[in-house]
């Protein structure tokens, strides 16, 4: 009974398969807590934070996160030209999880 609904299951259509999706790779988690902390931030503010990241993969996280509905870029019409990044709701809904991994990283480190 167990063995025929594992074959049948289909992980791809289960809300943490959605949840991965948004947040895989190695930076979207840590700019989403970024822009938690310091919102709104600017695109060299969160690239210094990130240290080592390069302006094409950062631009192009953030263009996949604002594509989802996590993050907001407010573009201001001034010289130089202005952007500000910021959690939308439905990206500040998300904070609660984001923290509870951090929590239990910290409380399992080995």
Same mark, same amino acid.
Request: net charge positive.
């Given at each position: 009974m167990i063995k025929k609904y594992i074959e049948d299951a289909n992980f791809e259509d289960t809300g943490f398969s959605y949840t991965l999706s948004l947040i895989s790779g190695k930076y979207k988690m840590v700019i989403l807590y970024c822009l938690m902390e310091f919102?709104?931030?600017r695109f060299n503010e969160l690239q210094r934070y990130l240290k080592k990241i390069s302006d094409k993969t950062l631009s192009q996280n953030l =263009?996949?996160?604002e =594509?989802?509905?996590l993050v907001c870029r407010k573009v201001y019409s001034q010289i130089p030209?202005?952007?500000e990044y910021f959690l939308s709701e439905r990206g500040?809904?998300?904070m609660s999880?984001?923290?509870e991994m951090c929590?239990?990283?910290e409380n399992n480190r080995v």
């Amino acid at each position: 009974m167990i063995k025929k609904y594992i074959e049948d299951a289909n992980f791809e259509d289960t809300g943490f398969s959605y949840t991965l999706s948004l947040i895989s790779g190695k930076y979207k988690m840590v700019i989403l807590y970024c822009l938690m902390e310091f919102q709104p931030v600017r695109f060299n503010e969160l690239q210094r934070y990130l240290k080592k990241i390069s302006d094409k993969t950062l631009s192009q996280n953030l =263009k996949e996160l604002e =594509k989802d509905g996590l993050v907001c870029r407010k573009v201001y019409s001034q010289i130089p030209p202005k952007v500000e990044y910021f959690l939308s709701e439905r990206g500040r809904s998300l904070m609660s999880v984001l923290d509870e991994m951090c929590v239990w990283g910290e409380n399992n480190r080995v």
